[in-house]
């Protein structure tokens, strides 16, 4: 395979460069936001200008061209580019974090992964019961259609789960397989009413051979040593995957929430009432509701860099997170949607019927927080459950923490 150089970024960019770069992104994005809902998919524009910034190399191994910085500054560029549009963020964050993700697998996986380019991206799916896999020699050979692939109109390989059907002398088994794009198709049904330039389509295989090194077991994502370890040793790939996979998309949440009350203040602030003239900057329950929803964002925001900050220390400091610590991360990663989606519902609420517009951003904001609310890792009840499990002394039920 024909080999490209990387996309020409300077060398020695600064956290804070790329934190500002994100925030300049942010009002293009929305500006882009209708014509990219009307497409179902992120222009290719727009990826192109995220690969020029240099964001998504924030996780990246260095030997790759990667920056290999902490997984907090990820989840601050996501928020700051879901201030300018939900989808483009979700994708972002989907993409971004699999270019960390597959820093974990093996070092033959990577260089085939990124012999093209190290701008290759990689989409997913990890709904391990969608797909089925058997043991062959040398691999495994693999089916299934898998939903949700948020990105793969701009991926070139593919990150599926899938069960592993027992035979002799094998147990049953997860693990996670990477394909090129020749070995699977996108199944174009994402007509939806959230976060609908994702193109988070179903992606399908037919029966496709996968070696073994271009598979993964989920239980080395548990924290500490991968088998990606040997050619990447920074802390940053011995993080807990499955604990923290929340805040790989929470931060989106945050943004949305983030941009949604700044764009009312702005308005509100010369808005009059329709039918009286008055001023609604002046109205105490405005106030009120704005207060509650601005106290909603910022704790959010803090429990987020709390948690993000912790699990980066207790990784270079070559330990593991506690299993407390872990499912308070799953607790806290759906929370901190939870309290973001509460702030836009005040906030659609205090805008009235305006909010109903097509042309006015906060019906965008609302739809697109609750498709967030609807992801699986920060669904609040199943992760509420498995925190108060551990808490009062019972099993967790999730093997893969």
């Known amino acids: 395979m024909e080999k490209t150089t990387p996309t020409d970024i300077s060398p020695g960019v600064t956290p804070e460069a790329l934190l500002q770069r994100a925030r300049d992104m942010a009002p293009i994005l929305l500006q882009r936001a209708k014509d990219a809902e009307d497409a179902r998919r992120i222009p290719d524009e727009t990826m192109r200008e995220i690969h020029d910034a240099g964001l ?16 907090g500054l990820f989840v601050k560029i996501a928020a700051e580019l879901a201030r300018g549009c939900g989808s483009s963020s979700w994708v972002y964050s989907n993409l971004a974090s699999h270019q960390w993700m597959v820093g974990m697998w093996c070092g033959e996986a990577q260089d085939e992964v990124w012999a093209r380019s190290p701008d290759e991206c990689v989409c997913s799916s990890l709904a ?13 050979r693999i089916r299934g259609q898998w939903p949700f692939s ?49 193109g988070s389509k179903d992606v399908k295989v037919e029966d496709k051979f996968v070696a073994e090194h271009m598979t993964v077991s989920p239980l080395d994502w548990r924290g500490g040593d991968s088998p990606g370890s040997p050619v990447n040793p920074s802390a940053l790939f011995k993080l807990p995957v499955i604990s923290i996979f929340p805040y790989c998309i929470s931060g989106v949440s945050l943004g949305i929430a983030q941009g949604a009350l700044d764009r009312y203040v702005a308005h509100t602030r010369k ?51 506690t299993l407390d610590q872990k499912v308070r991360y799953r607790r806290n990663g759906a929370y901190t949607t939870t309290l973001c989606v509460r702030a836009v519902d005040i906030l659609f609420s205090l805008t ?41 002394g019972l099993p967790a039920d999730s093997p893969l923490l």
Not at 159 to 178: K, S
Not at 360 to 389: M, T, V
């Open 56 to 71: 998504m190399r924030v996780m990246q191994p260095r030997r790759f061209g990667g920056y290999e910085y902490d997984f």
């Open 271 to 321: 808005r009059v009432s329709t039918y009286t003239g008055a001023k609604v900057a002046q109205f105490s329950n405005v106030h009120i509701s704005l207060a509650e929803a601005g106290a909603l964002i910022e704790a959010a925001e803090r429990m987020m860099d709390y948690d993000c900050a912790e699990v980066t220390r207790i990784a270079d400091e070559g330990g593991t997170p």
């Open 352 to 392: 009235g019927g305006a909010a109903l517009f097509e042309n006015n951003p906060i019906q965008r904001s609302f739809r697109d927080i609750h498709a967030c609310k609807a992801h699986i890792a920060l669904a609040w009840e199943p992760a509420a459950s498995l925190y108060g499990r551990v808490a009062l």
């Open 150 to 198: 948020s990105g793969i109109d701009n991926s070139r390989w593919a990150m599926l789960a899938a069960v592993v059907e027992e035979d002799a002398g094998h147990p049953q088994e997860h693990r996670v397989f990477l394909l090129p794009e020749a070995d699977y198709e996108a199944v174009d049904n994402w007509f939806v009413t959230g976060l609908s330039a994702t």
């Open 128 to 140: 391990f019961p969608a797909g089925k896999a058997t043991r062959v020699e040398g691999g495994y």
